[in-house]
Each structure stands twice: as C-alpha cells, then as structure tokens.
C-alpha cells in the first residue's frame, strides 16, 4: 500500500535554512504536497507539486522531487521563529481521490 | 467563507459512552475525510467520502467505528463504545473534488479524551 516517511524532527538557527525530506512509495502519486500545522490548529496546504515537475519555487519555499527515488524535499529559507511549526508531506493520485500523509517532521528553530 | 466547521473542539468521556462527532464542509465541496491524529500513528485517514457516498472505510479501526453522510453539508463520526485507545485528535476535512490541485481543507479538530 501507499507508505509516506519522514525524519520526526529539525532544529534550525533562526535565518539559516531548513530542509525537510520525504519518501514516498506509490509511483502513482501525481500530486506531492507539504501541510503545515501551528499548535492546536488544523493542517493547511503549504506548497504542492505535480509528478511531471522536477523543481518548484515558491518565495521563501523550494520543492525538489527526484521522482526516480521518489524523493520529495522541502527548502525553507531564512527560516523564522514563525516556520516553528509540523511539517506534513503528503501524496496523492487524482485530486479528488484519498490523501496519505507522512508522520510529520517537528521544525523547532532557535532564536 | 467559515472553512470547514468541526463540533465539539473537545469531547471528554468515559469508557463506554458513545461519542458523536459533527462536520460540516466548505459549501460546494464535494469531497469530505475524517482524519485520527496521534502521537504514535500520526495521521490516519479513516473514510472518506465523494458526493455524500463512502469511498474507502478501510481506515476505520473496527466495527465501533461509523460514518455517515446524510447530506453534502454535514458528516458525523461515531464511536460506540468508546474506549481510551480512542483518545486522539480528528480531524475533518474537504476538496473541491474537481480542483487542479486536490486541496484539503482541513477543520480545527475535535479532540476526544476517553477515561
């Protein structure tokens, strides 16, 4: 079945850059997300990218996908105290079909 | 636009007791998930539903689990009886089933504390 992983935890200096990594295993993903979650809140839709895309750039955000290793990754530059936050990776197959996501990567970031 | 609205925020009870939760989606939304948040399992999908009708249950834990979707502006969950394994966050969520990207919208949660 569809699996998701991710490393549980990143601790950043405020300004420096972040980067969380994710791995995926259905080759039918065509859509490759990142939610974020702030305490006590819901998850909201952070960036996503299509399966045929390689890279994309989003102000402080960069998305990479090697889709060979189904590989996802998630840059965040000059990461804020406000980045302090759960960062979910997610995939699906159609837009309207069941999302999977992975476990969550904890980003703390030190003042 | 309220966003997807969720009751109760918090739910305590005892072992034993039935536990409703209640959804209502964006308007126009046509796709509706019931996530399970946890420490130890992360986030689960348990059902979700295309235009009022189950797709996939194969999430929900066992049979004291069920879903139901009456109409397009509301989805309840319910445990019967419940048990403290049950205790965790869940979330719901909607699509727009025939947008470009499959965004979720997910609600603030509901989060349940069986004693």
């Known amino acids: 079945g569809e699996d998701v992983e991710q490393s549980l935890f990143l601790s950043v200096r405020e300004g420096d850059s972040s980067v969380i990594n994710c791995t995926y295993t259905?080759?039918?993903?065509?859509?490759l997300y990142w939610y974020k979650q702030e305490p006590g809140a819901g998850l909201q839709l952070l960036t996503y990218i299509f399966s045929n895309m390689d890279m994309k750039q989003d102000q402080r955000l960069t998305v990479l996908l090697n889709k060979k290793d189904k590989h996802l990754s998630l840059r965040i530059a000059d990461t804020q105290t406000g980045d302090s936050a759960i960062y979910f990776c997610?995939?699906?197959?159609?837009?309207?079909?069941?999302?999977?996501f992975g476990p969550g990567t904890s980003l703390s970031v030190i003042p | 636009d309220a966003g997807v609205i969720q009751s109760p925020r918090h739910e305590v009870t005892e072992m034993g007791q039935e536990v409703t939760l209640r959804c209502k989606p964006i308007s126009g939304h046509n796709s509706l998930f019931w996530y399970r948040q946890t420490m130890m399992r992360g986030l689960e999908l348990l059902i979700y539903f295309n235009n009022n009708v189950p797709i996939d249950d194969s999430g929900m834990p066992e049979d004291r689990f069920s879903a139901k979707m009456p109409n397009a502006s509301f989805s309840t969950l319910k445990i019967q009886p419940s048990e403290p394994r049950d205790s965790a966050v869940y979330f719901c969520a909607s699509s727009l089933g025939n947008s470009n990207t499959g965004e979720l919208f997910f609600g603030e949660g509901s989060r349940l504390t069986v004693l």
């Open positions: 259905d080759s039918s993903s065509t859509y």
């Open positions: 997610a995939e699906g197959e159609t837009s309207y079909d069941k999302v999977i």
